[in-house]
């Protein structure tokens, strides 16, 4: 008899730090193409390097994760 194991919350974070980081990276590539109000800080693209960082974070999270649970799954 098998025993399934649940998936970790670590699985759950990687997803939603994925998710908001591909829509705000897909923003800050939106704004170089498309500027908006010129502001003080508008010329380092924080919403393109903020999306970058938690897209990273995100899928460092995530991969792990899934590669944990289905070597638990496998047994």
């Known amino acids: 008899m098998s025993e399934q194991k649940m998936l970790s919350i670590w699985f759950f974070v990687g997803v939603m730090l994925t998710l908001l980081g591909?829509?705000?990276?897909?923003?800050?590539?939106y704004y170089i193409f498309y500027p908006q109000q010129k502001t003080v800080l508008s010329n380092i693209n924080p919403s393109l390097w903020w999306g970058a960082i938690m897209l990273?974070?995100?899928?460092?999270?995530?991969?792990?994760?899934i590669k944990a649970y289905r070597s638990s799954n496998s047994n």
């Open 22 to 29: 591909a829509i705000i990276l897909s923003t800050g590539v």
């Open 56 to 65: 990273a974070v995100g899928l460092a999270f995530l991969v792990p994760s």
